[in-house]
């Protein structure tokens, strides 16, 4: 490490500050800002697509004025002072590549991305808070789902060295920026890689670890396993000053799951397989993403608030750090939620119960929507092709995907866009401030959970 770095590094099986004293990182993800996806801000489908339609109704200038401030309004200063107050010291950054470049100019930077994304972390960093920069969507998208900006069900940044270039250059850009910054935890390098081979997630972390260490010897590198951030048989021996990152979502606190009975045991099982890499590699433990979904309805949320309880407990135990998923959407997962008052759900609202009846959005789905339609067809795939095990998951949640969250999706698309048709500039801007936290429900539950177990771990 360079003398003058005043940031965080690894020791052992601890992260430490430049004093040697230890940290646990212990905050929240910031889904749905610089990678926006369909459950939290109510769009169907994938974020690029989404663009391009509300593109098409508004023109490009008035949408890119949109977008830019929903951005705005989706964290600002309230928001990192509200996080500070809640006792969480670290904050997880999902950004989309596109922000920083094109797939018409790649390698031509974009300078309004890296401003935005600076001025995050300088916010967080006044207010004591760490960033970890996550890169969460690549070109040709690192996973086969919504997340990764995936129009498809193909992880192709898999298959094309370009994709796989573009992504290891931004890292350059980025660390080279960032370098020296005591406020940047750390880089997260790809989000939930699923690589089907696990032969090239390996490779590229090693080729992408190498090329940051050029501009930043300095600051800590995270990494997530494959499939999903569950699987770390692909990296070997693990590099210096790194965090292996594992993702624990628990099926008892998901739509399709539960409800939670108490297994506490259950629980730990799946913990320790997915961090027995971390503990016989004697490195830091740390979840980048976990955490239930809610309903409004308590006999259902009770139970999913136990199990985020217990997990928390457990993480303590293990002297884990954690990132809560997620900070701010529109009801499902977030410790604050636009107002069903807002204009945005005002508006938006029959069309989000549509999507919701369809069982559009994968995450929050019960599986079980639109069952006769479904349940005739996941019969005949099972009766005519029983060998078919296709990856990550399996036939019935891949065919799923492949009906309800791709073309039912995808259809969707141009309806949400024609809600912009007619709209004025104060309009538009009455639809992003519906984001900023003053005009946010917040889910008090939640967010005292996750103040009892910040402090406890302070």
Not at 112 to 134: H, K, N, P, Q, T
Not at 413 to 433: K, N, S, T
Request: proline content about 5%.
């Amino acid at each position: 490490m360079a003398r003058n770095f005043q940031g965080l590094s690894v020791r052992g099986d601890a992260i430490v500050d430049s004093s040697g004293v230890p940290v646990v990182l212990r905050g929240v993800g910031l889904g749905g800002w610089m990678n926006m996806e369909n459950f939290i801000t109510g769009y169907p489908a994938n974020e690029s697509a989404m663009r391009e339609a509300v593109g098409g109704v508004l023109g490009l200038e008035r949408a890119d004025a949109f977008f830019e401030r929903l951005l705005d309004r989706f964290f600002e200063e309230d928001d990192a002072e509200f996080l500070a107050g809640l006792g969480v010291n670290c904050v997880r950054l999902p950004i989309n590549q596109r922000h920083y470049e094109s797939d018409a100019e790649p390698f031509k930077w974009l300078s309004r991305g890296f401003e935005r994304l600076s001025a995050a972390v300088d916010l967080l960093g006044s207010c004591g808070i760490y960033s970890v920069i996550d890169l969460h969507a690549v070109p040709g998208s690192q996973n086969q789902h919504w997340h990764s900006d995936n129009a498809t069900h193909v992880a192709a940044f898999w298959k094309h060295p370009h994709f796989m270039d573009r992504a290891t250059a931004l890292w350059v850009q980025l660390a080279s920026r960032f370098a020296g910054n005591p406020w940047v935890a750390g880089y997260n390098l790809l989000n939930e890689p699923a690589d089907p081979t696990g032969a090239v997630v390996g490779p590229w972390h090693e080729r992408t670890v190498r090329a940051v260490r050029e501009v930043d010897p300095d600051h800590i590198v995270f990494l997530d396993g494959n499939t999903y951030s569950t699987d770390f048989s692909s990296f070997g021996e693990p590099v210096e000053n790194a965090v292996y990152a594992c993702h624990d979502y628990a099926r008892d606190g998901m739509a399709f799951g539960g409800p939670y009975a108490g297994d506490r045991g259950r629980l730990e099982t799946t913990f320790l397989k997915r961090t027995a890499y971390q503990r016989q590699t004697g490195t830091p433990i740390w979840v980048g993403e976990f955490g239930p979904v809610y309903t409004g309805v308590p006999e259902l949320d009770e139970p999913r608030y136990a199990l985020l309880e217990d997990q928390l407990a457990l993480y303590a135990e293990h002297g884990a750090g954690w990132s809560l998923w997620t900070y701010k959407d529109i009801g499902l997962q977030g410790l604050v939620y636009a107002s069903p008052s807002s204009f945005y759900l005002r508006l938006f609202g029959e069309f989000v119960s549509k999507k919701a009846r369809l069982g559009v959005d994968s995450w929050g789905s019960t599986d079980r929507e639109q069952a006769e339609v479904m349940e005739p067809l996941h019969a005949l795939i099972a009766r005519e092709f029983p060998a078919w095990e296709p990856y990550p998951w399996d036939a019935r949640s891949t065919t799923d995907d492949l009906v309800r969250h791709l073309l039912f999706a995808q259809a969707m698309v141009p309806e949400y866009a024609a809600y912009f048709r007619g709209l004025d500039d104060a309009g538009l801007d009455a639809l992003a401030d519906s984001f900023a936290l003053r005009a946010c429900v917040r889910r008090d539950r939640l967010c005292e959970i996750v103040t009892t177990a910040a402090f406890a771990m302070s």
